[in-house]
């Protein structure tokens, strides 16, 4: 939700955010339109209706950088359109109309294909960085080391067998009674057995870090063209329930191993006393693949434990050579566990660039009707595969439309690609309409213009200044000009409708806005009513006339519309400033639990609703004042029939 702040947004951000919000909504609107097109190309091509194909691409990246100065296209839609259209064009096929620019379409694919993939692998590099650091860090530690061999064995020697039940019990108190056998020294009595074990454990960590860097850095070095087919059949989209591991997958089971080791892993235990099925353990270790997802339990190994216990009981019984030494492989293993996990992110970026290498192939794929010869389940189909909840792994699989169609689906999926394409495209059109209005004002509301718009009329270029008109399709007149305009229409055929000299796009006369930022006029001020509070002067102007309202006729009621909740907000703030009782509207919540206590309470004079949600079931009648506060652009028909209504324009903050 866009109003979750407990302070009152101000005119200027309730713009901002208005408009940021229409930029997203148009981007959805253009984003489903685009599929549409793209669809119907492929239509059209299955049709081998050659030029209409053509066309629907051309429009594709005709309205990508129509609206790039409001909006971005889909970088992969863009793709597809580019793709598939340098595909026709090659094909031979006669008399396609060609256009400028069409030697470039191929070029264009392979720098949108070249960028997708770069910031993937900016990624890898970055976190390669990382790990080298880490593992720089390590090896100029281990350089500082004193003496050859390793200090444990030495401070033990200056302890005598009893020490090892010291640190065992010191071990097991962690430890309930009945899982006392999981513990690393359990089996451990004497000192010599604690040698073994820790020569043992230290060995393992190295040789495991070691495949653990060894493994993930042979993964970088190959293309991630040779890994993409197997990680398709493993994790991308596989087809069969035990698919094959792919050498990206792999690699991870050595981060599991290594994991094993270093930290001590508290819900490990849980694994191997619950005794649960082999594939519940599998899909939970899958799971683990982000560096986030276990980071509670990343405890310290009891390894680290022991050689802790070892290097604080023997400070003052060692040399400064073996303290020294001590100290070094304490940072060695902090240093390790850093790089332990950076090692696990720069894995998961190389398994990201391999995804996104797909997700480029998948894009430039044409809805098309399946080969005789093609089996009749293709690969598309999504294969249940064995998945739990909070899996990330298994939850990176790309989700792929169907894009292989049976003959007798074809003119089912072009008509749904044509009832999508009409609405929305009309969807988009009113956005952008909203988006151009909603920038107008925001521009008037500058407080360098003083309220006045800067924005030339189109037709006969002078500011609009405090008052102009808008269309639905956003566009702007003075209203010299709209008055022009509304004047030769109502002559002309069309009745009651003026097409927008800019965009052909129709308005009914009704539907036209009309904009006006003058600040309260000077009568205004010789009023007895007092506004309270440091309100926007639009808010102040909406209390003013409600206060008016309330000193003529303490009961009467009035209804205040607006489209969106943020201006009801700010309103709803100034009226409960100045004592005006009132009740808010909301979708759903106590919708009729409000709207019968301002219908049956008389102290209750104000009804503040969302124009999209309250209208509906609502006799308007009730109200003897409606209030329409801008911004606002197309009114509900409804609206127009009750007689006395305030139209309120945006004014400066
Ligand atoms: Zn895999
Ligand atoms: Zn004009
Ligand atoms: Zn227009």
């Keep these: 939700k866009l109003s979750s702040q407990n302070r009152p947004l101000n005119m200027v951000e309730v713009m901002e955010r208005l408009v940021e919000r229409t930029k997203m909504q148009a981007e959805d609107s253009h984003r489903i339109l685009v599929k549409a097109r793209n669809g119907l190309a492929a239509v059209h091509v299955i049709r081998e209706e050659w030029s209409e194909a053509v066309q629907h691409y051309r429009e594709v990246l005709q309205s990508a950088s129509e609206h790039a100065h409001q909006f971005k296209t889909d970088s992969l839609q863009r793709l597809h359109a580019l793709h598939n259209l340098h595909e026709l064009l090659s094909a031979g096929h006669s008399e396609l109309p060609q256009a400028i620019g069409d030697t470039e379409l191929q070029e264009q694919a392979n720098q949108i294909k070249h960028r997708y993939l770069q910031q993937y692998s900016n990624k890898v590099a970055d976190a390669r960085k990382e790990c080298d650091e880490n593992s720089n860090q390590i090896t100029q530690l281990e350089e ?44 451990v009595t004497s000192k010599s057995q604690l040698k073994t074990m820790l020569q043992s454990r230290n060995k393992m960590l190295h040789r495991q870090r070691q495949s653990m860097m060894k493994g993930v850095q042979s993964l970088a070095d190959v293309d991630p063209k040779e890994v993409l087919e197997a990680a398709i059949d493993c994790h991308l989209r596989p087809t069969e329930r035990e698919p094959p591991q792919c050498k990206i997958c792999a690699i991870h089971d050595l981060f599991e191993d290594f994991e094993k080791n270093l930290f001590f892993m508290t819900d490990q235990k849980h694994d191997r006393t619950t005794g649960v099925s082999q594939e519940t353990a599998d899909v939970k270790e899958k799971a683990q693949v982000k560096a986030t997802a276990r980071k509670g339990n990343w405890g310290q190994s009891e390894v680290e434990r022991v050689l802790k216990y070892l290097q604080t009981r023997s400070l003052s019984k060692v040399s400064q050579d073996v303290y020294e030494d001590a100290q070094t492989h304490m940072k060695v293993l902090e240093g390790m566990k850093k790089e332990f996990k950076n090692y696990r992110i720069y894995w998961r970026c190389i398994f990201d660039l391999v ?60 008509l749904k690609f044509k009832s999508e394409k009409i609405v929305y495209e009309n969807e988009l059109r009113v956005k952008l309409g909203q988006l151009l209005y909603l920038q107008n004002l925001q521009k008037s509301n500058k407080s360098s213009t003083g309220g006045k718009n800067p924005e030339p009329c ?14 639905l399709c956003g566009h702007c007149f003075c209203r010299h000009c709209i008055n022009l305009i509304t004047t030769n229409m109502v002559i002309g055929l069309k009745r009651g409708a003026v097409n927008c000299p800019m965009c052909r796009q129709p308005t009914m006369v009704r539907d036209i806005s009309y904009v006006d930022t003058k600040a309260p006029s000077v009568q205004d001020e010789e009023d007895d009513v007092k506004v309270v509070g440091s309100l926007s002067s639009k808010t102040e102007e909406v209390v003013r006339v409600m206060l008016r309202i309330k000193a003529d006729d303490p009961n009467a009621k009035v209804l205040v519309f607006s489209s969106w909740n943020e201006v009801l907000d700010v309103i709803a703030d100034g009226l409960a400033q100045n004592g005006i009782p009132y009740r808010m509207l909301h979708k759903g919540k106590k919708f009729q639990l409000h709207l019968s206590s301002f219908r049956s309470r008389s102290e209750i004079t104000a009804l503040l609703l969302p124009i999209t949600s309250g209208a509906n079931g609502l006799n308007l009648t009730e109200a003897g004042h409606v209030f329409l506060v801008d911004p606002l652009l197309n009114p509900a028909a409804e609206l127009q029939a009750v007689g006395r209504i305030h139209r309120m324009g945006q004014t400066k903050s």
């Excluded at 033990?156 to 065992?168: I, P, W």
């Excluded at 998945?387 to 689906?409: C, F, R, S, T």
């Excluded at 189109?458 to 269309?471: K, R, T």
């Design 144 to 187: 500082t080391r004193n003496m050859k061999s390793d200090w444990w064995l030495a401070a033990l020697q200056a302890f005598q067998d009893d020490f090892v039940a010291e640190v065992r019990d010191e071990l097991l108190s962690k430890y309930s009674r009945f899982e006392e056998h999981k513990c690393l020294l359990y089996h």
């Design 355 to 414: 995804s996104g290498l797909d997700e480029v192939n998948m894009a430039t794929l044409r809805l098309r009707v399946r080969y005789p010869d093609e089996e009749i389940s293709p690969k598309t189909k999504k294969i249940k595969k064995k998945k739990k909840e909070g899996d990330n792994l298994l939850d990176n699989q790309i989700e792929v439309p169907k894009y292989i169609l049976e003959d007798h689906e074809v003119s089912q999926e072009e």
């Design 458 to 471: 189109p037709i006969c270029q002078s500011p609009l200044g405090e008052e102009w008109a808008v269309l």
